[in-house]
Each structure stands twice: as C-alpha cells, then as structure tokens.
C-alpha cells in the first residue's frame, strides 16, 4: 500500500466514524458511500472495532450509541462538574497513601489535584495522568501494557499482573457509562478486567462519574462488576444517587458528605 492509499484509507475510517456518531448505518450504505466493496468496509469496521472507536453489532452494522469519543472531546464536557468531582476525591487522600489512579478524563482532574503532594505515591496507567505529573512533585509509578489509544491508557495482561503484586490504600476509576448494579460500562473487555483487578486490589475503590454517567449505558458490550461498597463521587441529582446507595454503594456528592449508611473506610 502506498501512502496515498495508507491516507485515502485514514481519511475513509474517520469519517465512518462521524457517520456511526450521527445515527445507525448499514455495511451497504458504507459501501455505496465510499464507492468501495463490502469487504473493504468490514476490514474497516473490524479495525476500528479493533482500536476501541465502535462497537459491531449482528448483522454488520454498527450500533451508533457505542463509537466511543476521543479522550479530547470526553475533556472538554462537564469540565465544571469534573473539577468538583476531583477536589472532593482529593479530599479523600491521606499523608502516606498509595494512590491508584485510572485513565479517564476526571482522574486526569483528579491528578492535577494531586500534583503538590509530596507525601503520597501514585500509580497509574493513564498517559494523561503521566503527562500530568511528569514535571510536579509528588512520586509516580507507571503501569506498563499495550497502549489503548482512545482513552489513552495502558492495559492488558501484563498491566494487571504489576496490579496484582500490589495494595493500594485507593483506587480512583473513570468510568464511559455506570450502573448500580451492572457496574462499570466499557468499550474494551481487556479495559473492564483491568477496571475489576484495580478494584480488587486496593483497599478502598471511588468510582468519580458526572451525572451524565449514572444511570445507564454507554453503549458498549463490556462490564466491570464492582466488589460490594464501592464509592462513588458524582454531582448527580438525589434520584441517580438514591439508586446507587440503594444498591451497597457508598455515594458521596461531590462537594458534599456521604449518602448512604454505609461506614467509608476512608472514615474509620
């Protein structure tokens, strides 16, 4: 392939991409779109499928709700809520801890939060998060693993094995999409192993989510259960909270105390 072929065939991708974010399209409208063959657009489709950017569903076409956006566009929504949300998980951090910090938009936030402290180590597989803190004073462990693009993250199987030689005092998680009892909605199914082994391995696990994520779906067919009491820091109105503290979550609002019965082990 040459490389004006290599361009024609980015260019192509990404605008099936922006195709897939404004509504359900069949392979043959890909086709006739393009005014390539149906093989080339399913090489397409499983390429993208294979970067984390769609989901596949029966049949070929692709399910609109589940093209992931980029980490850029995830940081410039709910900007004002994520900062709340960071400063009230900050909060949370005592002198001495090890602090585990997910990728994702918010414990990006979070990070920057955290960037002055000098008596905590913080372990992460975000590249934002390293970006973050590469020039600040706090000390920083790096997780290794394949390099998943559109959430600019490290995961796989070796990540999880440097996990699980661990015990981190927190864990912080970003989250696509959340629900009570599901858990953590994920485009990735190694990302969702990932997700579960973080909450696993530490004592104490705080999933950070706006509004925008509680309640449902994000589209994607991958889940990360939640072991039972796991926190949760989120601006969400008193409904969507009410929901997760009914079912063993330990809610804080962010800016705000805890919402639930539960006893955090932050609080002991």
């Known amino acids: 392939m040459t490389n004006g072929e290599r361009s024609a065939t980015r260019r192509r991708r990404e605008r099936m991409v922006e195709l897939l974010g404004a509504g359900d399209i069949s392979v043959h409208d890909l086709a006739a779109e393009f005014d390539v063959s149906l093989s080339t657009v399913r090489r397409d489709l499983a390429t993208l499928a294979a970067d984390g950017r769609i989901t596949r569903t029966y049949g070929g076409a692709v399910d609109h709700r ?9 940081e410039r929504a709910q900007r004002t809520a994520k900062d709340a949300i960071a400063r009230a998980a900050a909060a949370l951090v005592r002198s001495g801890d090890v602090v585990l910090l997910d ?9 920057h939060e955290l960037r002055d402290r000098t008596d905590i180590t913080v372990v992460t597989n975000g590249l934002s998060t390293l970006v973050e803190l ?12 394949r390099l998943r693009r559109p ?6 199987i070796r990540t999880e094995q440097a996990l699980r030689r661990l015990t981190p005092d927190l864990a912080f998680l970003g989250v696509d999409g959340l629900d009570p009892r599901r858990g953590i909605n994920c485009p990735d199914a190694d990302q969702a192993a990932l997700k579960e082994t973080m909450a696993d391995c530490a004592r104490a696990a705080w999933v950070l989510a706006d509004h925008s994520k509680l309640g449902g779906e994000g589209g994607f067919p991958h889940w990360a259960a939640m072991p039972a009491g796991t926190g949760l820091i989120s601006g969400g ?8 503290a009914d079912a063993g979550w330990s809610v804080r ?10 006893d955090s082990p932050l609080d002991e």
């Open 66 to 74: 589940a093209v992931e956006r980029s980490w850029h566009d995830k």
């Open 103 to 111: 990728a994702g938009t918010t414990v990006a936030r979070l990070a």
């Open 134 to 145: 590469a020039d600040a004073r706090v000390e920083v462990v790096v997780l290794g693993g």
């Open 151 to 156: 959430n600019e993250s490290l995961l796989g």
């Open 237 to 244: 109105g008193d409904r969507l909270l009410d929901a997760f």
């Open 253 to 262: 609002a962010a800016g705000g105390g805890p919402r639930t019965p539960l």
